[in-house]
Protein backbone atom coordinates (compact mmCIF):
# COMPACT_ATOMS: atom_id res chain seq x y z
CA UNK A 1 0.00 0.00 0.00
CA UNK A 2 1.71 3.85 -1.21
CA UNK A 3 1.27 6.08 1.57
CA UNK A 4 2.34 9.96 0.57
CA UNK A 5 2.66 12.81 2.76
CA UNK A 6 2.03 16.34 2.62
CA UNK A 7 2.63 19.29 4.66
CA UNK A 8 1.00 22.87 4.07
CA UNK A 9 -0.11 25.88 5.79
CA UNK A 10 -3.25 28.11 5.25
CA UNK A 11 -3.07 31.83 5.29
CA UNK A 12 -2.64 33.56 8.63
CA UNK A 13 -6.22 34.44 9.39
CA UNK A 14 -7.66 31.16 9.14
CA UNK A 15 -8.91 29.71 12.39
CA UNK A 16 -9.62 25.86 13.48
CA UNK A 17 -13.07 26.69 12.92
CA UNK A 18 -12.89 27.83 9.25
CA UNK A 19 -10.71 24.72 8.44
CA UNK A 20 -13.24 22.05 10.50
CA UNK A 21 -16.22 24.02 8.11
CA UNK A 22 -14.18 23.51 4.91
CA UNK A 23 -13.88 20.05 5.80
CA UNK A 24 -17.67 19.59 6.15
CA UNK A 25 -18.44 21.19 3.36
CA UNK A 26 -15.63 19.53 0.87
CA UNK A 27 -17.33 16.33 2.70
CA UNK A 28 -21.20 17.64 1.47
CA UNK A 29 -19.89 18.18 -1.98
CA UNK A 30 -19.98 15.84 -5.04
CA UNK A 31 -16.48 15.17 -4.42
CA UNK A 32 -16.43 14.35 -0.85
CA UNK A 33 -19.85 12.77 -0.71
CA UNK A 34 -18.48 9.10 -0.22
CA UNK A 35 -16.21 9.91 2.67
CA UNK A 36 -16.55 8.96 5.78
CA UNK A 37 -15.24 11.63 8.62
CA UNK A 38 -13.39 10.07 11.87
CA UNK A 39 -12.38 12.59 14.20
CA UNK A 40 -10.18 11.02 16.50
CA UNK A 41 -8.97 14.08 18.35
CA UNK A 42 -9.73 17.93 17.95
CA UNK A 43 -6.47 18.17 16.07
CA UNK A 44 -6.65 14.86 14.13
CA UNK A 45 -9.27 13.84 11.35
CA UNK A 46 -9.52 10.89 9.17
CA UNK A 47 -11.69 10.69 5.96
CA UNK A 48 -12.13 7.06 4.67
CA UNK A 49 -13.59 5.46 1.24
CA UNK A 50 -14.16 2.27 0.53
CA UNK A 51 -15.71 1.59 -2.37
CA UNK A 52 -16.40 -1.96 -3.50
CA UNK A 53 -16.08 -3.06 -7.46
CA UNK A 54 -18.94 -4.20 -8.57
CA UNK A 55 -18.32 -6.41 -11.15
CA UNK A 56 -17.05 -8.98 -8.40
CA UNK A 57 -20.75 -8.93 -7.08
CA UNK A 58 -22.14 -9.71 -10.48
CA UNK A 59 -19.57 -11.91 -11.35
CA UNK A 60 -20.95 -14.27 -8.47
CA UNK A 61 -24.43 -13.57 -9.51
CA UNK A 62 -24.02 -14.68 -13.02
CA UNK A 63 -21.61 -17.65 -12.09
CA UNK A 64 -24.99 -18.94 -9.45
CA UNK A 65 -27.14 -18.73 -12.90
CA UNK A 66 -24.60 -20.70 -15.32
CA UNK A 67 -23.81 -23.21 -12.69
CA UNK A 68 -27.72 -24.55 -13.12
CA UNK A 69 -27.17 -25.56 -16.77
CA UNK A 70 -23.23 -26.77 -16.22
CA UNK A 71 -25.01 -28.81 -13.34
CA UNK A 72 -27.61 -30.85 -15.51
CA UNK A 73 -25.51 -30.50 -18.56
CA UNK A 74 -23.13 -32.54 -16.60
CA UNK A 75 -26.27 -35.04 -15.36
CA UNK A 76 -27.05 -35.70 -18.45
CA UNK A 77 -23.88 -36.32 -19.60
CA UNK A 78 -23.57 -38.89 -17.05
CA UNK A 79 -26.51 -40.24 -18.06
CA UNK A 80 -28.13 -40.01 -14.35
CA UNK A 81 -32.01 -40.82 -14.80
CA UNK A 82 -33.95 -37.58 -13.66
CA UNK A 83 -36.89 -39.46 -12.87
CA UNK A 84 -35.09 -41.15 -10.03
CA UNK A 85 -35.90 -39.20 -6.36
CA UNK A 86 -32.63 -40.23 -5.04
CA UNK A 87 -30.84 -38.61 -8.10
CA UNK A 88 -32.97 -35.35 -8.50
CA UNK A 89 -32.50 -34.93 -4.16
CA UNK A 90 -28.66 -35.63 -5.18
CA UNK A 91 -28.32 -33.05 -8.16
CA UNK A 92 -29.92 -30.61 -5.65
CA UNK A 93 -27.82 -30.99 -2.94
CA UNK A 94 -25.02 -30.24 -5.41
CA UNK A 95 -26.61 -27.18 -6.29
CA UNK A 96 -27.21 -26.05 -3.28
CA UNK A 97 -23.35 -26.57 -2.45
CA UNK A 98 -22.10 -25.06 -5.65
CA UNK A 99 -24.14 -22.10 -4.68
CA UNK A 100 -22.88 -22.22 -1.15
CA UNK A 101 -19.17 -22.39 -2.53
CA UNK A 102 -19.77 -19.38 -4.96
CA UNK A 103 -21.50 -17.04 -2.37
CA UNK A 104 -18.83 -17.43 0.47
CA UNK A 105 -16.17 -16.79 -2.15
CA UNK A 106 -18.24 -13.92 -3.61
CA UNK A 107 -18.99 -12.20 -0.65
CA UNK A 108 -15.33 -12.26 1.02
CA UNK A 109 -13.89 -11.28 -2.08
CA UNK A 110 -16.59 -8.11 -2.29
CA UNK A 111 -16.45 -7.72 1.34
CA UNK A 112 -12.82 -7.93 2.01
CA UNK A 113 -10.97 -6.30 -0.76
CA UNK A 114 -13.01 -2.62 -1.33
CA UNK A 115 -10.64 0.46 -3.08
CA UNK A 116 -9.68 2.00 -0.56
CA UNK A 117 -8.68 5.92 0.07
CA UNK A 118 -8.01 7.71 3.45
CA UNK A 119 -7.06 10.81 4.23
CA UNK A 120 -5.41 11.31 7.39
CA UNK A 121 -5.23 15.17 8.45
CA UNK A 122 -3.31 16.30 11.33
CA UNK A 123 -3.38 20.31 12.44
CA UNK A 124 -0.57 22.17 14.31
CA UNK A 125 -0.96 24.48 16.91
CA UNK A 126 1.06 27.48 16.04
CA UNK A 127 -0.56 30.41 13.65
CA UNK A 128 -0.01 29.41 10.66
CA UNK A 129 -2.17 26.35 10.95
CA UNK A 130 0.01 23.69 9.68
CA UNK A 131 -1.61 21.00 7.48
CA UNK A 132 0.12 17.40 7.54
CA UNK A 133 -1.73 14.96 5.34
CA UNK A 134 -1.05 11.25 4.98
CA UNK A 135 -3.01 9.24 2.08
CA UNK A 136 -2.97 6.01 2.03
CA UNK A 137 -4.55 3.19 -0.36
CA UNK A 138 -5.65 3.39 -3.98
CA UNK A 139 -3.61 7.12 -4.16
CA UNK A 140 -4.12 7.64 -7.90
CA UNK A 141 -7.51 6.62 -8.10
CA UNK A 142 -8.26 9.59 -5.56
CA UNK A 143 -5.49 12.20 -6.94
CA UNK A 144 -8.26 14.31 -7.90
CA UNK A 145 -10.27 13.98 -4.78
CA UNK A 146 -7.17 14.74 -2.87
CA UNK A 147 -6.60 18.06 -5.13
CA UNK A 148 -10.32 19.08 -4.28
CA UNK A 149 -9.87 18.50 -0.63
CA UNK A 150 -6.91 20.40 -0.48
CA UNK A 151 -8.61 23.65 -2.94
CA UNK A 152 -11.40 23.48 -0.58
CA UNK A 153 -9.20 24.17 2.72
CA UNK A 154 -6.88 27.15 1.02
CA UNK A 155 -9.99 28.09 -0.49
CA UNK A 156 -8.14 28.62 -3.90
CA UNK A 157 -4.89 30.56 -2.11
CA UNK A 158 -1.92 29.44 -3.57
CA UNK A 159 1.06 30.31 -1.65
CA UNK A 160 3.15 30.85 -5.07
CA UNK A 161 1.04 33.35 -6.11
CA UNK A 162 -1.60 35.12 -3.19
CA UNK A 163 -5.14 34.53 -2.75
CA UNK A 164 -7.83 34.36 -5.53
CA UNK A 165 -11.37 34.39 -5.47
CA UNK A 166 -13.52 30.92 -4.70
CA UNK A 167 -16.12 30.38 -7.43
Known sequence: MEVYSDE????????????????KYWLASPMGNEYVMEVVSERHVIL?????????????CVAMIASIFILVMIMI??????????AFM??????????????ALTVAVFCLRPEKAVFELRFGTKI????????????????????SLKNAILGGYSPQDGP???Y
Not at 48 to 60: E, L, N, Q, R, W
Not at 90 to 103: D, Q, R, S, T
Open 8 to 23: FAVPDNYSMEDIKSRV
Open 128 to 147: PIQIHIYRSGEVEKSAHEYA
Open 90 to 103: NAMMAYVAVIGVIM
Open 48 to 60: TKAKHDMKICCYG
Open 77 to 86: GFGFPMYSYI
Open 164 to 166: SPV
